[in-house]
Structures are given as C-alpha cells and as structure tokens.
C-alpha cells in the first residue's frame, strides 16, 4: 500500500488526509496543533516519524512554514520517496527546497483551486526533478497534476500569476458588494456579478465573500510574492499593489 505523508493539517491538509485516506493510500499525518486521530489518518509524533518510509511527502504547513519544515522532513528521507512542496510560496523558497534535498526528488506543487470545493482531486500543477514521480504516485488515487518541464520554482511563479488575476478580483467582487450594501442593492449587484461570471458565478461571487475575510492573513503573504514578480519583471503592478493594500486593510479590520 502506498504511504503518503501529509505535513499540515489545516483546511487543505484535512482534505487531502481525508480524501487520499478514503482513496485507498495508507496516510499519516504530523501538525503540532491539530490532531487527526480516530478517523484512519494516523497521527505522527514529530516530522521525522511521519516521512520515515513514506513513499510521497505532501507539505502543506503554509508559507512561513515551508522552509523549516522541508528541512526536518528531508533530513529523514531517502530516494525514492518524494517530497513535494503544496505552499504557496516565491519560486525562490521552491528552489531552495529542491536545492537542500540532495538525492530525495522534490515536486514544487502548485494548487490550482480551492481544496475545499474539489478535495485531494484538486487540479495541480508540478515542475522540478521529482513531479513526474509525484504525478504517477497521486495517479493512482485520482488527483490530476499537470506536470511542467521546467525547475522547481517553475508551478509556484505560474501560480502567483494566476494569483494576481484571482486575488484581485476576490478584491472587486468584495469592494463592490460592500459599497452595494451601504446603497441597498447588494442583491442586484452579486446577481449582476455573477451573470457576468457566467455558469457557477453565484458560487464564485459567494466563494470570494467568505472566503476573502477568513484567509485574508495568507492572502496577504500570496500577493506580496506576486507583487514580488511583477515588479522583478520590470511590468505595471498598479492593480496587485491595490489588491494588496486592500487585503492588508481586510486584514487588519477589528
């Protein structure tokens, strides 16, 4: 049976426990604040005792995390088991990764939707020398992954460029129905934004409602690192500094 690792157990790493659990892989998972015991997710004591002998490592402690914990993880591996990055982070951190993990062959892994809408079937994207390995593992368990010819560092700049049209529409989607509620019309308008939306628009518009206030923390780390492209490109980033700045504010709200 395939083992698989899952470092993180928040909202995206629940869902991948639960899912590749239910899928038939033998999953264990470590996060020093959540527990998952109980619901056949094995609940490791440490880093080190929930990769030993795991055949795929999945990091989704988060962004600030993602150094730190690549580093205990891969002090424990040894090839063939892989270990692959689901943070969302710069391509530089992806590619420091890849560069301390030696001989254990490493996936940077880009989540290209809400975990929660999709679970562990979630469509990602993955470059660096482990993804075609990381691909043929979660194959088998129904995850798609598209998977680039391209460095570690590759999924994660693709992912931010994403980010920077996703996050700054959340923005406009949240700006314009606030000030259509101080005006009575919120209604109206969330029907009017989600005609525009096209099919599934009224989830969309929901989704971004819901969801903007309660990551707004992480989302604000998300389009610093696409702000940070934009700008080492040399191109405009007048909307990503407004998204930002607003994020910043949401944020920061009592």
Excluded: C
Aim: overall charge negative; proline content about 4%.
């Amino acid at each position: 049976m395939t083992v698989i690792a899952i470092l993180g157990l928040g909202e995206a790493g629940r869902a991948y426990a639960h899912g590749l659990r239910d899928a038939g892989a033998s999953v264990r998972g470590f996060d020093p604040h959540r527990r998952l015991d109980g619901d056949g997710v094995v609940q490791a004591a440490d880093v080190a005792s929930a990769v030993a002998g795991a055949d795929l490592v999945l990091s989704l402690a988060g962004a600030a995390a993602a150094e730190e914990v690549a580093a205990q993880a891969l002090a424990a591996m040894t090839a063939p088991a892989v270990y692959a990055d689901l943070n969302t982070t710069a391509p530089e951190v992806k590619a420091r990764i890849a560069a301390r993990a030696g001989s254990v062959p490493t996936a940077d892994a880009a989540v290209l939707a809400p975990v929660h809408r999709d679970g562990h079937r979630t469509e990602l994207l993955a470059s660096g020398a482990g993804a075609a390995e990381f691909a043929r593992i979660l194959a088998g368990f129904g995850v798609p992954v598209t998977v680039l010819d391209a460095a570690a560092g590759e999924a994660a700049r693709l992912k931010l460029l994403r980010s920077v049209f996703m996050k700054g529409l959340a923005a406009l989607v949240f700006e314009g129905t606030t000030a259509a509620r101080a005006a009575g019309a919120e209604e109206w308008l969330r029907g009017q934004i989600a005609r525009e939306l096209g099919p599934g628009g009224e989830d969309l518009v929901a989704r971004f409602l819901e969801g903007t206030p309660r990551h707004a923390e992480r989302r604000v780390l998300e389009v610093r690192d696409a702000l940070a492209e934009l700008e080492a490109s040399g191109l405009p980033s007048d909307m990503t500094r407004a998204t930002l700045a607003w994020l910043e504010r949401l944020r920061d709200a009592p």
